[in-house]
């Protein structure tokens, strides 16, 4: 019987190898099999800086996504804030404020942003009818607790301080909100700094109720102001609310002042007061504070002027600025 002839056993890539060297080679791939199956799921070389991955000693293992989950979203860049607005007291309001007897003190706070910007500098000024802003948020205060905006006996007197400016009710609810002490309270509460109430309502020698005499700066109507537009910890928010509709429907022959050259169409809610500190009516105080929404601006506005030879002349005066001011703060 005659055995068939075998092909000879095909020559791979290492057959010409001594056999010594294809053991130590195997054992080699061993050893690297061995490594990346012990390395941990999910870890990479440690990365150095912002983007290291090194976990601490005793930390859990990266958690695997299950199975259905959505790939991950590309990250994306932060919404750009508002649009940082330029001072609108430039050249035009300077030269407004320096062409004219008197003082004129200014300030513009810019809700969205946070800006705020002075025109001027000078000591307090009386308030004249402003401070019906500061009773009314004096006398709110005392009622957060409950909630209520005012007792019902109180709200037609309060509506009638500020829509109409009428004075007799607000030398009832100045009283109601606890006189100078209370309300200088609750000044340094809000943060006012140079806001001083006027210690006598029948003062000696002056025909006009003497809380008018009340001094106060800009910077601290506006952070009065802020307490209205923004939340606050002394006045609930439906508080705040009913003081800005009283605001925003003043009486027509009264919305002058910061709403100068505003459209219809914007929310205004303002104060504005007018006092002669003389017996002659020849040096009038005429301020407007206010708050302007709408139409792409968001802005508080307070401006006090003295040295009016009459009350128009300090109308006209805010009236001009209040124009400057809009337009610059779109």
Known sequence: ??????????????????????????????????????????????????????????????????????????????????????????????????????????????????????????????????????????????????GSALPPADLPIARAMIEDSDNDAATALWHAAGGPARIRAYNAAAGLRHTTPSRCVDCPGFPWPGWGLTTTTPIDQLTLLRQLVTPSSLLTAGQRGYALRLMERVTPSQRWGVSGRVPRNVTVALKNGWLPLTSADADWQVNSVGWIHGDGRDYLFAVLTTGNATEQDGIGTIGKLAAIVWRKMR
């Open 1 to 146: 019987m005659s055995h068939a002839r075998q092909a000879p056993p095909a020559k791979g890539p290492f057959s010409r190898w001594p056999t010594g060297a294809i053991a130590a080679l195997a054992v080699f791939l061993a050893i690297i099999a061995g490594v990346l199956l012990a390395w941990p799921q999910g870890s990479g070389p440690g990365i150095g800086a912002a983007g290291a991955s090194h976990r601490s000693p005793g930390a859990s293992a990266p958690r695997r996504s299950p199975p259905n989950a959505q790939p991950f979203a590309a990250a994306r860049s932060p919404s750009p804030g508002p649009a940082r607005h330029r001072d609108p007291f430039g050249p035009a309001a300077v030269a407004l404020a320096a062409g004219r007897p008197g003082a004129v003190l200014a300030a513009v706070y810019d809700v969205s942003t946070g800006q705020t910007w002075i025109l001027g500098h000078g000591r307090p000024q009386a308030e004249a009818s402003v401070v019906k802003v500061d009773i009314l948020e004096t006398l709110l205060s005392r009622y957060r607790a409950s």
